[in-house]
């Protein structure tokens, strides 16, 4: 294996075991906590509190899954692509709060998933 195939390879087991962390610690941790947070943090935004309520519930199960599939790299391309809408989400919910420093945050979590993606061998 190429030093750039295995560059690649632990790098996306590394954005992968970030995201599936994210996602683990919040469903098997404080769960509800988490979901009420956030309908809380955008009570006064434009949002609908069930609409919050919903996508609270998704976040975390969605991180899970795309760290699965960034580990194992089995449907990785669709992974990826998940990767980035949920990114997508994260990025409009943290602009429309203000919250610019989670926002760049949030922005390498996508330049990863580029990266990973521009990369990988097609047949992914």
């Given at each position: 294996?190429?030093?750039k195939k295995l560059a690649l390879f632990l790098f996306r087991?590394?954005?992968?075991?970030?995201?599936?962390?994210?996602?683990?610690?919040?469903?098997?941790?404080?769960?509800?906590?988490?979901?009420?947070?956030?309908?809380?943090?955008?009570?006064?935004?434009?949002?609908?509190?069930?609409?919050?309520?919903?996508?609270?519930?998704?976040?975390?199960?969605?991180?899970?899954?795309?760290?699965?599939?960034?580990?194992?790299g089995y449907k990785l391309r669709y992974g990826l692509i998940?990767?980035?809408?949920?990114?997508?989400?994260?990025?409009?919910?943290?602009?429309l709060l203000q919250q610019w420093g989670v926002v760049g945050?949030?922005?390498?979590?996508?330049?990863?998933?580029?990266?990973?993606?521009?990369?990988?061998?097609?047949?992914?």
């Open positions: 294996m190429s030093n087991i590394v954005v992968g075991v970030n995201f599936f962390m994210h996602g683990a610690v919040r469903i098997l941790g404080d769960y509800s906590g988490f979901v009420s947070g956030m309908v809380n943090d955008f009570g006064d935004t434009f949002l609908l509190p069930i609409s919050v309520k919903a996508l609270a519930y998704v976040i975390p199960i969605v991180e899970l899954i795309v760290g699965i599939i960034l580990i194992t998940l990767g980035f809408l949920l990114m997508a989400v994260l990025i409009f919910g943290m602009s945050t949030q922005m390498l979590y996508a330049l990863s998933l580029f990266f990973i993606l521009y990369f990988q061998d097609d047949e992914s």
